[in-house]
Every structure is written in C-alpha cells, then in structure tokens.
C-alpha cells in the first residue's frame, strides 16, 4: 500500500525526492502518512480536494481487497 501511495504521489508533484511515505498497521487498520514538499501541497491536495478524494479513494479500494480499513493523512 505504501508503494502505491508512493508511485501517485511522485506523478503528481514536482519534488519526487522529497515525498515521504510512512505505514503503521494496527490490526484492521492501516494508517498512512504523505507527506511532500511545501510547493507541492497544492498539487497532491488539488481544487477543492479532488485529487486527495480520488487518492484515497483508490488505497481504499486497494485496502478492502486486503479486509484492512485506511486512513491516508496528507501533510
């Protein structure tokens, strides 16, 4: 999942080497943190937070084929 979440956030942003990507699994749940550089929030987060809807809508999707509920933090 964290490999996922990796691979979107560099296509979208302009810093691709400062995306950070951290994953703490907690039974059922699965807690991921983005984190990009300063001048590419905007870009990840996106028009009224469009791009972080589809985001994670597609690492919920990807989660329920695993039967783990995520949870994607952006900051």
Known sequence: MKELVET???ALVDHPDDVRVTE???GHSLFI????HA????KVIG????????VRSVVFAAGAGNRKRVQLDIG
């Open 8 to 10: 979107i956030a560099k």
């Open 24 to 26: 703490e699994d907690k």
């Open 39 to 42: 001048d590419d929030m905007g």
């Open 33 to 36: 943190r983005l984190e990009v």
């Open 47 to 54: 028009r009224h937070g469009r791009i972080a809807k589809a």
